[in-house]
């Protein structure tokens, strides 16, 4: 039959999508609930149009509302208003971002972030004198620790705390212009206090980066003396977030402003800490503050979502050119070009949801350990969600520019939110971290995990400790499972040796786990040649990081798969299990035919078998396309809450 006159799929909507809303819900689904019937409120209407000082007027009353109800702090223990649920901080945010974005940041900014670092790094006196009143939105807080010099590098920020035993305070000093915070969110306006990072020196002596606790404002919103506060001004998205740059005069503060789980002084001056090796220190304070990125991962893959719902909605109903003049006009989602656009990321949205759903599940079981999980799976952790960051954080980045184009003109439109939600996620790719860097930190994570002091090493520490050691006992260490195979797919296979069924999950799950396995194995086999030639070791991590950047990204997506997987294996429902088996192999089969040029290379698929997976590519395309309503309408979004009128459930 010619394209000409080939019938368009139909659409079915049999798929039951409150089924399927329950199952994506998960453990914490009334608290989903909960969420979605307080931001349904008219109040809570998202807005645009709104002048900086407006607007963030308006963010801070609804964040405000929020903590009335309760709704801040799920994780901070019940005598402070929470519940003593680390994964319901994650899925609370999460759950959020489906709304204003500025109201879910400003939302972090105060509960995850300040908050979090008074939960995390401070003790018994700190919680008592400051997570209530930040339980109620009473003592709005920021945190303190960008600075306009050092980026990512924060262990070399340059902030100063020196504790004077004279008067037994600490005196907080910004030494230059580069050493200003930078980009903290509710500095500008409204924060009154900071959990502020600063170089530690007691005696004379540098004890590395702590956080204190500074007062900024009086009760009347002045600022203190010796605080300099200025306006970020407009950016490029978020303006309900006051965003400001802090400069700070030998500010003093009391000894007791120490957050102190990790560092204390003494009344005369002696720094202690239960973790001696400074560098060991420095990871485990930043290790304490992981649930940011946790919190960003899920809150990308809901922006996703919601430009998802918009666009498949909207390519469901808008109907443009026919094969007949008995059908003049058909669904836009009926296009192949308009499916191979959208139902990808769609798949590959479902894929994040089970990925985040799993490191939800680790962060709340480590968190819930406390000082008693060990080093190795705290180090999991931090892998972990590093990596899975980067990855939902660029993939709602590009889920909503396509989504936008594929809306044409309405998608322009304010109104339907598709141009505002893309400028606020942008920063989520830089937010809680620099994507690539994180990507980095993901890779060190997997090439050095089995060693303990690797952990604490940076980059050009990373190779130094690297050169030191048997580099073949390092790839039996890491690869004991797969170096074996690793040699045998030094050499190229023949198209027979990848036969078998294309949607088979073991057999996709095999071929990302070979990537995965190969291209690690390349990057530590370079670390062996290249300092074996006596080059610098900085030098060495620099010319590997493409490959290490490429074995991290390698890493997320078997992760994201096995957690697809397990997720497709474990549901009851056989109608259910059915839809999500076709997304499964779309996330998996599509990602595959991105990366053909990889699995070619090195002889891992040969070009028919490429060619084959374009085809079902396409087919998968058609079958999902027939669920598609159903498989958006199962992210449980109200319209309310959505507020894009060409995205509606009820239009």
């Not at 074996?532 to 078997?558: L, P």
Request: charged residues 25%; glycine residues 10%; contains cysteine.
């Amino acid at each position: 039959m010619s394209v000409a006159t080939q019938s368009p799929p139909t659409i079915d909507q049999a798929l039951d999508s409150d089924a399927l809303q329950e199952l994506l819900d998960g453990p914490h689904r009334a608290l989903r609930e909960r969420i979605r019937e307080l931001q349904r409120r008219p109040e809570f209407a998202p807005v645009s149009g709104l002048q900086p000082e407006a607007y963030r007027a308006r963010v801070l009353e609804w964040m405000r509302a929020i903590a009335a109800e309760g709704l801040g702090v799920p994780g901070f223990p019940v005598r402070y208003g929470g519940h003593d649920d680390p994964a319901a901080n994650v899925i609370g945010f999460e759950t959020m971002g489906h709304s204003d974005l500025s109201l879910l940041v400003k939302f972090g900014v105060q509960f995850g972030l300040w908050g979090g670092a008074v939960l995390n790094l401070g003790t018994a006196v700190h919680h008592e004198r400051y997570l209530r009143a930040t339980a109620a939105a009473e003592l709005l807080g920021c945190f303190a620790m960008t600075e306009a010099g050092r980026g990512s590098n924060v262990q070399q920020l340059r902030t100063t705390a020196t504790f004077d035993p004279a008067t037994d305070q600490f005196v907080i000093d910004t030494p230059d212009e580069d050493a200003r915070k930078e980009y903290i969110g509710g500095a500008a306006r409204h924060a009154q206090v900071a959990a502020v990072f600063a170089q530690l020196i007691v005696g004379g002596e540098c004890h590395g980066v702590h956080a204190l606790v500074v007062p900024l404002r009086d009760g009347d919103g002045q600022l203190l003396p010796g605080v300099r506060i200025e306006d970020d001004g407009l950016k490029a998205g978020l303006n309900g977030v006051d965003n400001g740059m802090i400069w700070f005069d030998r500010v003093r503060v009391p000894r007791e402003a120490l957050l102190n789980r990790y560092g204390s002084v003494s009344a005369d001056g002696v720094y202690s800490s239960p973790i001696e090796n400074p560098n060991k220190r420095f990871f485990t304070m930043l290790g304490t503050l992981v649930q940011g990125r946790v919190c960003i991962s899920g809150a990308s893959v809901s922006a996703a979502k919601s430009a998802l719902t918009i666009a498949i909605r909207h390519g469901l109903r808008r109907r443009q050119f026919g094969p007949s003049e008995e059908a003049p006009e058909v669904p836009l989602l009926s296009y192949r070009t308009h499916q191979r656009r959208l139902l990808p990321l769609l798949a590959r949205t479902y894929a994040l949801h089970f990925a985040q759903q799993e490191l939800t599940r680790r962060f709340d079981a480590v968190t819930r350990a406390g000082d008693v999980v060990s080093d190795n799976e705290r180090r999991q952790l931090e892998t972990l969600a590093a990596g899975l960051k980067a990855a939902t954080s660029w993939h709602a980045v590009q889920t909503i520019q396509t989504c936008r184009e594929c809306c044409g003109g309405a998608g322009y439109m304010a109104s339907n939110r598709l141009g505002t939600l893309r400028d606020d996620v942008d920063i989520f790719t830089t937010f809680e971290g620099d994507n690539t860097v994180l990507t980095l930190l993901c890779a060190r994570g997997i090439l050095t995990g089995y060693a303990h002091e690797v952990g604490e090493l940076n980059p050009a520490g990373l190779v130094t400790f690297v050169a030191g050691q048997a580099v073949e006992a390092i790839l039996e260490r890491i690869f004991a499972r797969q170096i074996g195979q690793v040699i045998a797919d030094a050499i190229p296979r023949s198209d027979s040796a990848s036969e078998g069924p294309l949607r088979d999950p073991e057999h996709l799950r095999e071929l990302f786990e070979w990537r995965e396995g190969h291209i690690t194995a390349s990057v530590a086999s370079r670390f062996r040649r290249r300092l074996g030639e006596g080059n610098d070791a900085f030098e060495v991590f620099r010319a590997v990081q493409d490959h290490a950047a490429a074995a991290a990204s390698a890493y997320i997506e078997s992760f994201v798969l096995r957690c697809f997987a397990e997720a497709v294996e474990g549901c009851a429902d056989r109608s259910l299990r059915e839809a999500l088996g076709q997304l499964l192999s779309l996330y998996a089969l599509s990602d595959i035919e991105r990366d053909k040029g990889f699995f070619l290379e090195h002889g891992r698929l040969a070009g028919a078998r490429t060619k084959q997976i374009t085809r079902e590519v396409n087919d998968l395309c058609d079958a999902v396309s027939r669920q598609a309503g159903a498989l958006v309408d199962a992210f449980g979004i109200p319209d309310e809450v959505l507020g894009a009128p060409i995205g509606l459930l009820g239009a």
